[in-house]
């Protein structure tokens, strides 16, 4: 609506406003196919009207936006060329030059080059001015420093400094403040410490985000995982079955791939013989060569439907293993490993004198 009442008025920096408005809140509700065109609109006209700090906002989010949802390392270099060096000679705007930076970072990370989005996101925070550390949407530099932090220690560090300081700023109910906690229990990785961390912030977004159901799916699925990994099986099992329950109406796209999963990972424990049928869609999907994000979830969708299968002496289950390590590799979550120890664990079961 805003944006339509701007192309009425007919003034070009107003109109280009009014599309960086528009795609950020496209982009901020996961809609990244609608999000990309207006926020070239915005991008081009602020070009042509000599707009350069909204010219390098709106291509900072048109590279997140684009290259998550498909890699091209061209079009990411060309972009680079382009809008680097001119949003280091903005004056007056401190957020831009950091929020490229960091998505430049990121859109390196999901083609899988976390050397190169490490070298970003350091540069992310040293461009980020001390008078920015509060602020709200560059927090997120703080999380992506911790997600390519190599020593175990240091990323759990930053990663606790990074939720700490959006429950100071935020509250810790602030929909920011649970992700930053979420992804610092994901970065823990001994199950029995990240538990608690993943209980509060799961419990958090039940009683204050109930809408969000695509997020707690995501959630209650790792808890559900933490719980199979500390041996309690029957509660895992419950909570795989409440995750699914949850996002079992969700129709966005990342939701139904949690929900399928944790289904799956239900009917696993459950002993169920169905699990192949319900990951084949997903296996599908999933099958998209240049999305590593896709091909990790497939991965995990194999090697469940494998584990449901496992006989002694087959196949099937150490070739799955070493597919999901092989996509896994580039990851300092620690989900690959603990996933990666409950199967070796359950082949244990399955094979004792092996």
């Known amino acids: 609506m805003a944006q339509a009442e701007a192309r009425q008025v007919g003034y070009a920096p107003l109109e280009a406003e009014a599309a960086l408005a528009r795609g950020t809140l496209l982009l901020s509700l996961q809609r990244n196919v609608d999000a990309a065109p207006v926020l070239t609109e915005a991008r081009t006209i602020a070009l042509r009207e000599r707009m350069v700090p909204l010219a390098v906002e709106a291509a900072a989010r048109k590279i997140f936006v684009e290259q998550m949802e498909h890699a091209?390392?061209?079009?990411?270099?060309?972009?680079?060329?382009?809008?680097?060096?001119?949003?280091?000679g903005?004056?007056?705007d401190h957020?831009?030059?950091?929020?490229?930076?960091?998505?430049?970072g990121a859109a390196y990370m999901a083609a899988e080059q976390p050397a190169v989005a490490a070298r970003y996101f350091a540069a992310a925070r040293e461009a980020r001015p001390p008078s920015l550390t509060d602020n709200v949407e560059l927090m997120i530099i703080e999380s992506n420093v911790a997600m390519t932090t190599a020593d175990d220690a240091a990323r759990e560090r930053v990663a606790l400094a990074a939720w700490?300081?959006?429950?100071?700023l935020l509250g810790d109910s602030h929909l920011m403040t649970l992700q930053a906690g979420d992804m610092y229990g994901r970065f823990i990785r001994d199950p029995k410490r990240a538990l608690p961390i993943m209980d509060s912030v799961c419990a958090r977004y039940h009683h204050f985000h109930p809408d969000l159901r695509g997020e707690r799916v995501h959630c209650e699925a790792y808890r559900?995982?933490?719980?199979?990994?500390?041996g309690a099986r029957a509660a895992a099992t419950q909570t795989y079955t409440d995750a699914a329950a949850i996002g079992a109406t969700v129709g966005e796209e990342t939701a139904w791939l949690w929900t399928t999963l944790a289904w799956a990972d239900a009917r696993r424990l459950a002993g169920a013989a169905d699990v192949a049928a319900i990951v084949a869609p997903l296996?599908?999907?999933?099958?998209?060569?240049?999305?590593?994000?896709?091909?990790?979830?497939?991965?995990?969708?194999?090697?469940?439907?494998?584990?449901?299968?496992?006989?002694?002496?087959?196949?099937?289950?150490?070739?799955?293993?070493?597919?999901?390590?092989?996509?896994?590799?580039?990851?300092?979550?620690?989900?690959?490993?603990?996933?990666?120890?409950?199967?070796?664990?359950?082949?244990?079961?399955?094979?004792?004198?092996?």
Not at 224 to 230: G, I, R
Not at 284 to 309: K, Y
Not at 310 to 317: I, S
Request: glycine share 6%.
């Open 283 to 354: 296996i599908t999907w999933a099958s998209t060569p240049e999305q590593s994000w896709r091909r990790l979830h497939g991965a995990h969708a194999l090697l469940s439907s494998a584990l449901a299968r496992h006989a002694c002496g087959g196949r099937e289950l150490p070739e799955a293993i070493a597919a999901y390590r092989d996509v896994a590799r580039t990851l300092l979550l620690a989900e690959p490993e603990i996933r990666l120890a409950v199967a070796g664990r359950e082949d244990e079961l399955v094979c004792p004198d092996r």
């Open 164 to 168: 700490e300081g959006r429950r100071a």
């Open 72 to 88: 091209d390392p061209v079009a990411l270099e060309r972009d680079i060329a382009v809008f680097e060096p001119m949003s280091r």
């Open 90 to 92: 903005i004056v007056g």
């Open 95 to 104: 957020i831009a030059h950091p929020l490229l930076l960091n998505n430049i």
């Open 224 to 230: 559900a995982l933490l719980l199979e990994a500390t």
